[in-house]
């Protein structure tokens, strides 16, 4: 008798398991939609709720709320909202979501994201990206945590060498507090109201042009404003090559008009 209720008792834990890991699941799910929704439907308060803070370089969710507000306040919204001046403002929309990983306060996922924008009628795309999102897990709440930055190359000999210094290269902006389009960096301070503090995700490499020592890659990035990803930008990046290493070099650089 106690045999059979003790294998009862297991019956049920593993199926009460099961039945978290599941909810996990659809609750990280339901977390990455709000998020892209918030983006779409301009709702800073639903962005606080559904991001880590240091996504958006915001010292807590209640310097991401005064942000929002007084971004509100002053006539420039979040995301796709930035000014009525704008006519094309691309909104996101999920496709689908796959490859749900749960690991205890932890998870990840790939979103399949579109970007499109109407005004007086008309329609543009502006792109669509498999996203690799992470999120974590705060006071029982999922929240996003970050975009990885991927290199997809078809390059080979220099080429491929170059994508991945270029890959390295976003991973470690990444993992920085904060910078201004590869030029100026930030403390870990709050971010003051009116402030924009941006990431930007590397998307792809889409190819590699070589002149003398300089390699130029072109390249798909998102920038993360706040907290918000916008769509995907095709730019370049520059890297010069120093004996059998390749090392990108500053934004301001005369090498960039190698490449223009």
């Known amino acids: ?8 008792l297991v019956l049920i834990s593993l199926s009460a398991l099961a039945r978290g890991g599941g909810s996990d699941r659809a609750d990280v799910e339901h977390a990455v939609q709000q998020y892209f929704q918030a983006i779409s439907l301009g709702n800073g308060r639903l962005l606080c ?5 240091k996504l958006g370089f915001f010292a807590s969710e209640q310097n991401c709320l005064d942000w929002q507000a007084y971004s509100e306040q002053h006539g420039y919204g979040l995301g796709p909202h930035y000014s009525e001046d704008i006519p ?15 690991s ?20 543009r795309a502006f792109g669509s990206a498999q996203l ?20 997809k190359s078809d390059g080979q ?14 991973v470690a902006l990444g993992q920085q507090t904060g910078y201004d389009r590869q030029t100026s960096f930030w403390s870990s301070s709050p971010t003051q109201l009116g402030e924009h503090r941006e ?16 390699a130029a890659a072109s390249i798909d990035t ?16 520059v890297l010069r090559r120093q004996g059998e290493a390749w090392t990108v070099v500053p934004a301001t650089d005369s090498a960039y008009a190698l490449f223009q």
Do not use: C
């Open 1 to 8: 008798m106690k045999k059979a209720v003790l294998f009862m």
């Open 49 to 53: 709720e559904r991001i880590d803070p």
């Open 88 to 102: 094309f403002q691309p909104e996101p929309t999920i496709t689908k979501i796959n490859d749900i990983q749960v």
């Open 104 to 123: 205890g306060d932890n998870a990840s996922l790939t979103a399949t994201v579109s970007w499109d924008a109407a005004h007086s009628g008309e329609q």
């Open 132 to 151: 690799p999102v992470r999120l974590m897990k705060e006071a029982g709440s999922w929240r996003i945590a970050g975009f990885d930055s991927s290199a």
């Open 157 to 170: 000999g220099d080429a491929a060498a170059v994508a991945q210094v270029v890959l390295s290269y976003y």
């Open 199 to 214: 990431r930007d995700v590397l998307s792809s490499v889409q190819s590699v042009e070589f002149k003398g020592e300089y």
């Open 222 to 237: 998102y920038v993360v404003d706040n907290g918000a990803i916008g769509h995907p930008v095709n730019g370049k990046l």
